[in-house]
Every structure is written in structure tokens, then in C-alpha cells.
């Protein structure tokens, strides 16, 4: 898999959650300082997220969408909110400030044609990737 591959396909993260306890350290009310490679108004809606009030039962941790604007749908806009500093997962946003991937996040962002076709294509890639099955190897 090449870099650009494996950039495309932590565009995944356009759905789904996080569970607080994976990205709360970069958050200021949890560390004591301000992340400076996170949009302090996402900071702050975040820490409400993971800070439920005192009493109230809660069924699963709290989660976050990584996508705060279209969560149900595989497109570009991870890539848009990332250059702004708005990934939730720290990987996320080291994909933006990264020299060797922040061209692609670029591309990405601006064009979501070509994330589409390369999301399938790389996708089809990994499926076609040989599971391991020998005894001296380990799948992780």
C-alpha cells in the first residue's frame, strides 16, 4: 500500500465515533493545556461531550463523531475539517501537518471525485491483500 492509500483510507473516518477515553488528552479541561493542533471551539464542544453531568446514568462511554459535520456519509469533508485543525483523533490530524501526507489531505479535500475513486480503489487494494497463514507469522 502506498502513503497516498493509506491516506485515502483513513478517510473511513468520515463515519462513525471515537470513544472520549481515545482523544481526551489533547483536550484542555483533561490536560491543563490548550492542544495547539486543535480548533479551540472544537475543544470545547468536545469536552461537553465527555464530561456528562454528574447523575446522569450512563449506557456507554461518550463518543464523538470524527466527522462533525457529515458523520453518515463517506466523503471529502474529513479531509476539509482536518485542515482546519478539527480532527478528533490525533492520527487524523497529523495527516494535515505531516509533510509527507498534507498534500494529499489537500487534494482530497478539494476534490471529492478523486476521493471517491481512490477510497474504492484503494479499497478493493486491501481486499486483495493474502491473509497470513503460516505458524511462524502473526496477524494483528
Known amino acids: 500500500m502506498t502513503v497516498e492509500a493509506m491516506v485515502v483510507l483513513l478517510g473511513a473516518h468520515s463515519v462513525?465515533?471515537?470513544?472520549?477515553?481515545?482523544?481526551?488528552?489533547?483536550?484542555?479541561?483533561?490536560?491543563?493545556?490548550?492542544?495547539?493542533?486543535?480548533d479551540p471551539?472544537?475543544?470545547?464542544?468536545?469536552?461537553?461531550?465527555?464530561?456528562?453531568?454528574?447523575?446522569?446514568?450512563?449506557?456507554?462511554?461518550?463518543?464523538?463523531?470524527?466527522?462533525?459535520?457529515?458523520?453518515?456519509?463517506?466523503?471529502?469533508?474529513?479531509?476539509?475539517?482536518?485542515?482546519?485543525?478539527?480532527?478528533v483523533l490525533q492520527i487524523d490530524q497529523e495527516l494535515a501537518l505531516d509533510s509527507s501526507t498534507k498534500d494529499f489531505v489537500s487534494s482530497f479535500a478539494v476534490n471529492g471525485d478523486k476521493f471517491q475513486k481512490s477510497f474504492a480503489d484503494a479499497m478493493i487494494k486491501m481486499g486483495k491483500i493474502e491473509i497470513l497463514v503460516r505458524n511462524d507469522e502473526e496477524i494483528r
Open 16 to 38: 462513525g465515533v471515537a470513544h472520549c477515553v481515545s482523544f481526551q488528552r489533547r483536550l484542555l479541561s483533561f490536560n491543563g493545556k490548550h492542544d495547539p493542533t486543535m
Open 41 to 87: 471551539a472544537l475543544d470545547s464542544k468536545l469536552v461537553k461531550v465527555c464530561n456528562p453531568k454528574a447523575g446522569r446514568v450512563q449506557v456507554s462511554p461518550p463518543s464523538a463523531f470524527l466527522d462533525q459535520n457529515t458523520s453518515f456519509i463517506v466523503d471529502n469533508e474529513f479531509y476539509k475539517q482536518i485542515l482546519l485543525n478539527r480532527g
